[in-house]
């Protein structure tokens, strides 16, 4: 062995104690949590309008939307969740943001489920389930749309064109 390999520990020994104590005795001492932390996910249902825009950018799929003829169900599993912030950065609305929380643990699975459901809005002509109501109100604020035409469902609004241009064609 070379005099450098045996001196070695004492080098590094000396480099930290120049550098002193940079642990914390957690969960005795609170760690230091800078803003840019993300833990959980905080999902605001007055916001959350149920488009499903979180689902589809969640990579590990923590976020699922389930659709059945009578609502919209947004579950988010935090067992799953990698903390990425994908979904903030997609949500259209504002409903999510990432808080600083990452003492998860439980007993209770169902401390770490969340589940939002969002009532289907049905259509006034055939009486067809089509949208949340909260997504109908997102559209009329960003789409420049008739109020009349808004509680139609796609089919039927699309019939409707179908019907005035046949008219105008005679």
């Not at 969640?58 to 979904?87: D, H, M």
């Not at 389930?129 to 109020?147: C, D, Q, S």
Request: with cysteine; glycine share 6%.
């Amino acid at each position: 062995m070379t005099l450098k390999k045996l001196l070695k520990p004492f080098k590094l020994l000396s480099i930290a104690k120049k550098a002193g104590v940079v642990t914390v005795l957690y969960p005795y001492q609170k760690p230091l949590i800078t803003p840019e932390f993300r833990g959980k996910i905080v999902i605001d249902s007055t916001k959350c309008m149920g488009c499903g825009a979180c689902a589809n950018a969640c990579p590990p799929n923590a976020l699922l939307i389930t659709e059945s003829n009578e609502a919209v169900i947004l579950n988010y599993f935090v067992g799953r969740c990698i903390f990425c912030g994908r979904c903030a950065d997609v949500c259209p609305t504002g409903a999510i943001s990432i808080s600083n929380e990452f003492e998860l643990a439980t007993t209770n699975l169902d401390n770490l489920k969340t589940i939002l459901v969002h009532r289907h809005r049905e259509c006034v002509n055939c009486g067809r389930p089509f949208a949340t109501g909260r997504m109908l109100e997102y559209v009329l604020r960003k789409v420049h749309m008739a109020k009349k035409y808004i509680n139609e469902c796609p089919d039927c609004r699309k019939n409707r064109f179908i019907n005035i241009v046949s008219i105008r064609k005679r």
